[in-house]
């Protein structure tokens, strides 16, 4: 059968050589759940007809489903006939597929970050493992945001979508795979509290304004051996493996502190976080800043964001 845009009337037949036929390879795990649910409503001819199916168009003419999946399960599970509505995209290349499929992500069903991040072969195109890739997404988007978290409602609009935060990641990866080559001598659940967002988003700006001092405190933390009393990797070392952080804002707050220690020279053995504590770590353009002036360095970066992507488009 020849896949053609417009409405389309799909059988369980059609739906299964859909599947066979134009699957993405990089499809996410089916859930039986979503796709009981969406039978469900079919077997009662409550399911809208006309329902989006899409699918890539490659130079080849292959035409690759990347939004449908799991109606075209469910077509199958009610054996029932259903109208959809079929739309093509042209795309360049297997990566610009990938980027269709996680695109669509922002706006269909939610899909976990992982799963983007697998389809979009950052990992790999990096030379990262998908963990360390995944808390980059998130910590570059804290870094846009000002070195601070803020909530879904607050965040700039364009940091809000996978090709936004992946745009603000850009020209982080290189300070990335520093940060990950640096925590190669950590032990599995030491490394998990590092590569936490908050966390990272802190090693990233330090590693990039302030690499000679940040190289030996981020190794040094992750090899978590030989680090004597008072030195402040070993209290920051402690304090994360004992403290479950309720708020991403305490993670970026503690590690600016404790890298702030060690940036400065001091002695300590116990990292007290206090309630209005600033995430303004020595040695970066963010160093001095209070906590009410957070918010206009999240603007000014919004601006910079802004500028170069108009920049960007203009040299295109």
Known sequence: ?????????????????????????????????????????????????????????????????????????????????????????????????????????????????????????????????????????????????????????????????????????????PTIRVYSDALLPALPALKRRLINPSVMAVALVTLRYCPEKAIPFWSGIAANSGLERGDARLAYVTRIQTYTFKKPLEALAISALAWNHYHAGTRITYLRLADNARIAPNGTPYANRSAAQARAHTEAAHDWLISREIARDADA
């Open 1 to 173: 059968m020849f896949i053609t845009e417009g409405r389309l009337l799909v059988s369980p037949a059609t739906a299964q050589m859909i599947i066979d036929q134009h699957g993405y390879a990089a499809q996410r795990t089916l859930s039986r759940q979503h796709v009981e649910k969406l039978a469900s409503l079919m077997r009662a001819g409550e399911f809208l007809a006309g329902s989006q199916f899409t699918f890539g168009l490659l130079p080849d003419g292959r035409r690759i489903l990347v939004n449908g999946y799991h109606r075209a399960h469910a077509i199958i599970s009610a054996e029932t006939t259903v109208e959809v509505v079929v739309t093509i995209i042209p795309v360049a290349n297997e990566t610009e597929l990938n980027g269709l499929y996680y695109r669509l992500d922002s706006v269909q069903r939610t899909r976990s970050t992982q799963t983007i991040i697998l389809a979009s072969g950052l990992a790999e195109e990096h030379g990262v493992s998908p963990s360390v890739a995944t808390a980059a997404y998130h910590a570059c988007s804290i870094i846009a945001n000002g070195l601070t978290y803020l909530s879904a409602g607050n965040e700039m609009p364009h940091l809000t979508t996978p090709d936004g935060r992946f745009k603000a990641a850009l020209d982080w990866w």
